[in-house]
Nanobody, 117 residues
Framework: QVQLVESGGGLVQPGGSLRLSCVVS????????MAWYRHAPGKQRELVTT???????NYANSVKGRFTISRDNAKNTVYLQMNSLKPEDTAVYYC???????????WGQGTLVTVSS
């Protein structure tokens, strides 16, 4: 019923920038908190950043000052602007959203970000 689709990943050099997008579609009553996670090889899944329906944000210490999360409620879309990228940012990035009457959790399929020279 509810689907999340990420896009915008790719290969970028250290110091470069990328913007990820995540579009929520399907049976949507409301979208509450949204978040970006990432999963790098050999490491645990990491919560990168969150944003509430009211626009309040939180960031992992590893990305503070470099990443910015935002949302466009009219488009059911959340964005992740990534600047000053480092090789350690390399990971599959996943979008998460709490949707509907019960705030059920949904995940996107992931988009790969590779930071390398």
């Amino acid at each position: 019923q509810v689907q999340l689709v990420e896009s915008g990943g790719g290969l970028v050099q250290p110091g470069g920038s990328l913007r990820l997008s995540c579009v929520v579609s399907g049976s949507i009553f409301r979208i509450l908190d949204m978040a970006w996670y990432r999963h790098a090889p050999g490491k645990q899944r990491e919560l990168v950043t969150t944003i509430t329906s009211g626009g309040s944000t939180n960031y992992a210490n590893s990305v503070k000052g470099r990443f910015t999360i935002s949302r466009d409620n009219a488009k059911n879309t959340v964005y992740l602007q990534m600047n000053s990228l480092k090789p350690e940012d390399t990971a599959v990035y996943y979008c998460n959203a709490h949707v509907g009457i019960y705030g059920s959790s949904y995940w996107g399929q992931g988009t790969l970000v590779t930071v390398s020279s």
